[in-house]
């Protein structure tokens, strides 16, 4: 099992990213809405984890825009 830093070191590589937006994080950057589970795993939008990510064991996120406007 890879360690979360090596994940990580491979992000900044740009060897690690997403190739579908249907699953629990995808509803939060494809939706308006909050997403907010205690039991991820059991969540409509779950799919599961890739091999060697560590257990997820509660997952909360709110998408945040901000604006900037000048005249």
């Known amino acids: ?16 990213f997403f190739e579908s937006l249907n699953n629990l994080f995808g509803r939060t950057i494809t939706s308006n809405e909050v997403v907010l589970t205690n039991e991820p ?12 990510h560590p257990r997820i064991m509660r997952f909360n996120w709110t998408k945040h825009v901000s604006m900037l406007s000048g005249v």
């Open 1 to 16: 099992m890879r360690k979360v830093s090596e994940l990580y070191k491979a992000y900044l590589r740009g060897e690690l």
């Open 41 to 52: 795993s059991q969540h409509a939008a779950s799919k599961g984890t890739p091999s060697g």
